[in-house]
């Protein structure tokens, strides 16, 4: 039997996998996880298999829980000089450069499968074939490649073009080779048959066939062989974990945040609970600009003096305290974000990660692994300064809005550093201003870093001219830059359903409703 519900998602066939599940019976748990699998094939940059992730959800009656499948660092170190780990330089908008590592050097222990068969056995109900099968769909037949998805591709092109898999499935049939590789055109069809057998195998294996089973094999021969750190040893101990999420309190409802050792819902807390206490005038007008840019500021210096340690969210702020993150290696990389609600209440929100993608996939498989030990904010003192065996942190922030009125959001962003930035704007646009969902989604978004106060159009300029942070960047259109949010909203009585794909990273909603 049909149930209704709503998702938002990032690419239109993960958005409608999602929305097949619901329209055939399942939970917004199925849901979400046929998402996840169909992510990986439609979003290849953004999401992965060797990637990481989170998952935060609310079965309907029971306490908010998240699913913790990120990556990890590995268990042991090897040398530098046996490493391949190499820079790559990747060029976003207006020719601003990056530099990214790739290779089996910058490869953690992936997250994503284990994430997604721990997320199906304890809170799905339909067969995980089922949930499969869209993605294995689009693998076999291909993904017509849009603006967005080659926008992206084209980012980290770089890296795409690293190694001689990954060229095979990302170049132009005519242009694989590493001296003159070039992606597909727009409106090209994307095949993946290997990915489509890695699923099929998964299917009939499990995680097993990841952590224990012929991927795992092939994955840690492959670094063992060209450099990587993984062993078999980092993939028989990964494990999910099921955490308590943060619970903040707003003006109108209760927030749901991503708990430590992630840093971002650490980091919207303390925002949202400096905004808790001030006046923010009206939105647009000079106070709201003032109050909002200086609270992101705020987070900035807590982030960078304190490591977002939990203790910042304490009523009477500690003049000194234990770090409980801040020696962790911080991941802020692309992200794509998936938000399903159903109509017996359950919420799911899910955010994974592959990094900038590393550039290698093990052979055969069609998975690309993530580069999270490659970026320079990994570590401050420098690449392979990790601690061993510890669960990395992120930006990265799936929550929930559950409103004093009984009304519920399931939401979250992608945007690498900025998701801090653009997840308390978007809730206090909710709970603050009472805006509607798309007028919470739409409206223009700062960021600041450093001293630096990034700022979309559709403020006044006169008022930002006001502003005590005087170093500004005033972009002339939205942008990817500011995130991507992605929501779904559910009504108390849950007969009224919404959703809004974010269009800053080209974003999709399906509602399924009685008309």
Not at 85 to 110: D, I, L, N
Not at 169 to 197: K, N, T, W, Y
Not at 479 to 499: E, Q
Request: charged share 20%; proline share 5%; glycine share 12%.
């Amino acid at each position: 039997m049909k149930k209704h519900g709503a998702v938002a998602a990032g690419h239109d066939v993960t958005a409608r996998a999602a929305a097949d599940v619901l329209e055939a019976g399942g939970n917004a748990f199925d849901a979400v996880t046929a998402a996840m699998w169909t992510a990986c094939v439609a979003e290849p940059v953004l999401a992965s298999l060797g990637g990481g992730g989170f998952v935060m959800t609310r079965p309907a009656g029971k306490p908010p829980r998240l699913y913790d499948f990120f990556v990890e660092t590995p268990l042991a170190k090897r040398p530098r000089e046996e490493l391949e780990f190499e820079s790559r330089f990747a060029t976003f908008a207006g020719g601003v450069t990056q530099e990214f590592h790739g290779g089996y050097g910058s490869v953690a222990t992936p997250g994503v499968v284990a994430g997604i068969f721990k997320l199906h056995d304890d809170l799905g109900s339909l067969p995980m074939a089922m949930l499969a099968e869209p993605a294995i769909t689009a693998a076999r037949d291909g993904i017509k490649l849009d603006a967005f998805q080659r926008y992206v591709m084209g980012i980290v092109t770089p890296l795409l073009a690293f190694s001689k898999d990954s060229r095979a499935v990302f170049g132009a049939p005519e242009h694989q080779d590493e001296d003159r590789f070039e992606l597909p055109d727009e409106d090209s069809i994307l095949r993946q048959a290997d990915m489509a057998d890695s699923i099929e195998y998964l299917l009939r294996t499990g995680s097993d066939g990841f952590y224990h089973g012929d991927l795992g094999h092939a994955l840690v021969t492959e670094c063992q062989e060209y450099g990587g750190y993984l062993t078999g040893a980092d993939l028989a101990a990964y494990r999910v974990l099921v955490r308590d999420p943060l619970l903040i309190a707003g003006r109108n409802g209760r927030f749901v945040l991503n708990p430590p050792p992630a840093s971002g819902g650490v980091l919207v807390g303390f925002g949202l609970k400096l905004a808790r206490e001030i006046e923010l005038g009206a939105f647009g007008s000079a106070r709201h600009l003032e109050a909002i840019s200086r609270i992101l500021h705020a987070t900035g210096l807590a982030r960078s003096e304190y490591g977002a340690s939990p203790a910042i969210l304490a009523d009477e702020f500690c003049e000194s305290y234990r770090s409980m993150i801040g020696e962790r290696p911080l991941s802020q990389n692309g992200t794509t974000h998936i938000s399903v609600v159903d109509g017996d209440g359950n919420l799911a929100a899910a955010t994974i990660s592959n990094g900038s993608c590393s550039g290698r996939m093990a052979p055969g498989t069609g998975i690309m692994l993530n580069n999270m030990l490659g970026e320079a904010d990994l570590s401050p003192d420098g690449f392979h300064h990790w601690p061993c065996g510890v669960r990395m942190t992120s930006m990265m922030t799936p929550a929930l809005y559950l409103a004093g009125n009984g009304d519920a959001i399931a939401l979250g962003s992608g945007g690498s550093n900025r998701i801090r930035s653009t997840m308390l704007q978007m809730m206090l646009n909710i709970d603050a201003y009472d805006m509607t969902l798309h007028g919470a989604v739409a409206a223009p978004r700062l960021h600041v870093e450093d001293s630096l106060l990034s700022v979309e159009p559709g403020f006044d300029g006169s008022l930002l001219d006001g502003l005590g942070l005087e170093d500004q960047q005033r972009w002339d259109a939205e942008d990817m830059f500011f995130g991507g949010v992605h929501a779904a909203k559910v009504s108390g009585d849950g007969k009224k359903f919404n959703a809004v794909g974010d269009a800053r990273r080209n974003g999709h909603q399906v509602v399924i409703a009685d008309l």
